[in-house]
């Protein structure tokens, strides 16, 4: 059993039960309060959004969810605790670093020049694990890095070799965005040499290819997979997603599987709503699109109830325990 931080306080890994590993409440790219005619930030009005929208996946059982959305990009603990609070599902927010593409990396970037920004990235992720997130008392529950499209930058090797640390120190697990279904085993690879514990660390963004070999070598590594994007059919077919993740567990890997969306309930900027021709590409993009419609369909395959209970119960748990 470990302690979890989660927006509320810590809450024991036993106590998790199903749980999306990679969500957000609400989503944003850098630069939308840049904006002029970006619709004004309610987080009131936001909350209400979020806890409506949870409420179809806490009726399929969802306990808990992490807010992958790491400092970078607008990242709101005040507004985690309000749909946490309000919707009795448990949070857990990160600390991290988006990738150098689509975070913020200015401000490192320059430092790097004069100081060890490695340790610096390590000394924050450190601080919100431990001490809390600003000057709110709420601590990051796990660490959350990315990498870029074919290859790893310099920028995102530091935080990556970062989050190592913090998480050998730590003990929280690290998740990760991966781009294009690329970098998976060197990210595996980058954080194991740095020190990490590889049953703490889950590898995201994996159902971005449909290449079960690269699939294959990213679980030798020892660490967790996320087919964490179900529903983003304007990237990739679940139709090929669903054929990697039964195969895989039909091989025995249902223990190092997590399921999750990507979804958020609410867009930052211009319109707060994805426009029509997107949700006709992805019409099933919800919280609750895996209970509605992914596991039935494991289900049919043959996947047991059991084997959905490791992913969406078991997995988590052992993940956060180190197990
Ligand atoms: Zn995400």
């Not at 927010?93 to 990235?121: Q, V």
């Not at 919280?287 to 043959?302: E, M, S």
Request: glycine share 8%; hydrophobic share 40%; charged share 25%.
């Amino acid at each position: 059993m470990a302690m979890i931080n989660t927006v509320l306080g810590p809450v024991s890994s036993d106590e998790l039960g199903v749980t999306l590993m990679h969500e957000h409440i609400v989503s944003a790219q850098p630069g939308w309060e840049c904006d002029a005619l970006a619709v004004p930030y309610d987080r009131e009005a936001i909350a209400k959004v979020c806890v409506e929208a949870l409420e179809e996946a806490k009726a399929y059982g969802v306990k808990s969810l992490v807010d992958a959305a790491p400092n970078d990009l607008h990242r709101d603990v005040a507004l985690d605790k309000m749909v946490s609070e309000r919707s009795g599902i448990n949070i857990i927010c990160a600390t991290g670093l988006y990738h150098e593409a689509g975070g913020k990396p200015s401000y490192l970037n320059f430092r790097s020049r004069i100081f060890d920004t490695t340790t610096e990235i390590y000394e924050t992720f450190m601080k919100e694990i431990t001490q809390g997130i600003g000057d709110t008392e709420v601590k990051a529950g796990v660490i959350k890095v990315a990498t870029g499209d074919r290859q790893i930058s310099v920028y995102e090797e530091r935080v990556l070799r970062a989050a190592a640390r913090a998480q050998r120190e730590s003990g929280v697990p690290i998740i990760t965005h991966t781009e294009a279904g690329t970098m998976g085993p060197e990210q595996a690879d980058l954080l194991i040499s740095e020190g990490a514990d590889p049953k703490r660390i889950m590898i995201g963004h994996i159902g971005g290819n449909a290449n079960l070999q690269y699939h294959t070598s990213v679980l030798e590594k020892g660490v967790y997979i996320a087919f964490d994007q179900l529903g983003v059919e304007a990237f990739f077919p679940d139709t090929l997603r669903k054929a990697c993740i039964i195969g895989l567990i039909g091989v025995g890997y249902a223990n190092r599987i997590m399921l999750s969306h990507d979804h958020s309930a609410y867009r930052l900027g211009r319109s707060t709503e994805w426009p029509d021709f997107v949700r006709a590409l992805m019409p099933n993009w919800s919280y609750a699109h895996v209970f509605k419609n992914i596991i039935p369909a494991l289900k049919q395959a043959g996947v047991s109830d059991e084997k959905v209970n490791t992913m969406m119960v078991e997995n988590p748990r052992r993940l956060f325990a180190g197990e």
